[in-house]
């Protein structure tokens, strides 16, 4: 993908902050960080989202994200770390690359917004009704 900046980064064109790569992978510091350590982990092959990502790449970049996580612990000591994966620009995905966000958060920080929402019971019925259209559509 020519105009995609994470190609881009991959390919050394733009530059990064990079913590990891493998023969499938590729991992960097997010330039506007949520917090301390925000890293991205990214398929060497471009994909926009988990919709069209192949199980090999998803497996390696979860493979890889272990892998970072361990070493954000050690080196940061977060007292938790959020991963979030964003499909779609409904749900505000900017950069259309598969990429997955490793958010730690230190004591000292804020609360995440990705991981602080309150908790509300929802409609039971509803709730099933969802649940048997998903089931439906499962191949
Ligand atoms: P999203 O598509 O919303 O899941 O997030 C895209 C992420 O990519 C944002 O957190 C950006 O800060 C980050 N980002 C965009 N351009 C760069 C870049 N050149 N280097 C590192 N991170 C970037
Ligand atoms: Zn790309």
Request: with cysteine.
């Amino acid at each position: 993908m020519e105009e995609c900046i994470f190609c881009k980064i991959i390919n050394g064109e733009l530059p990064s902050f990079k913590v990891y790569e493998d023969e499938k992978v590729f991992a960097f510091e997010d330039i506007n960080p949520i917090s301390q350590g925000h890293t991205l982990i990214i398929p060497k092959r471009h994909v926009e989202n988990l919709w069209e990502i192949p199980e090999e790449d998803l497996a390696a970049v979860h493979f890889a994200s272990k892998k970072i996580i361990r070493a954000i612990k050690d080196a940061l000591n977060p007292v938790g770390v959020a991963c979030l994966q964003l499909n779609g620009r409904g749900v505000n995905q900017v950069v259309m690359h598969y990429h997955l966000h490793l958010i730690p958060r230190a004591s000292d920080e804020p609360q995440l917004p990705v991981s602080s929402w309150e908790l509300k019971p929802g409609d039971m019925k509803e709730i099933q009704q969802i649940a048997e259209k998903i089931v439906a559509a499962i191949k």
